[in-house]
């Protein structure tokens, strides 16, 4: 099983950003996912997550910002982040939301600068 994110980079604050997660070796449809995030001071905190029939929940700090999405046929996961602030820079990073953790990929690293 494999996790591959991509889209990172560094944006200003107030701009955008979309995040893509790739899973590979498990069937994606089946599972519950999440987008996580890490910075260097911080636990790796759950920053959005969405159920197999498209549910989803949000951290209370990127509510009305941050939009996950899913499209089953790729197996890829979506993060589409507006209105980003400096406070978003962190290392992005998609898995499980619940159960099991697959093995965590290296992330993509989004930078906000002011």
């Known amino acids: 099983v494999q996790l591959q994110a991509s889209g990172g980079g560094l944006v200003q604050s107030g701009g955008s950003l979309r995040v893509s997660c790739k899973l590979s070796?498990?069937?994606?449809?089946?599972?519950?996912m999440g987008w996580y995030r890490q910075s260097p001071d911080k636990e790796r905190e759950l920053v959005a997550g969405?159920?197999?029939?498209?549910?989803?929940n949000y951290l209370d700090s990127v509510k009305g910002r941050f939009t996950i999405s899913r499209d089953n046929v790729r197996r890829t996961l979506y993060l589409q982040m507006n209105s980003l602030k400096v406070e978003d820079t962190a290392v992005y990073y998609c898995?499980?939301?619940?159960?099991?953790?697959?093995?965590w990929g290296r992330g993509t690293q989004v930078t906000v600068s002011s």
């Open positions: 969405i159920t197999s029939d498209h549910s989803t």
């Open positions: 898995n499980r939301r619940v159960g099991d953790m697959f093995p």
């Open positions: 070796g498990a069937n994606f449809r089946l599972y519950d």
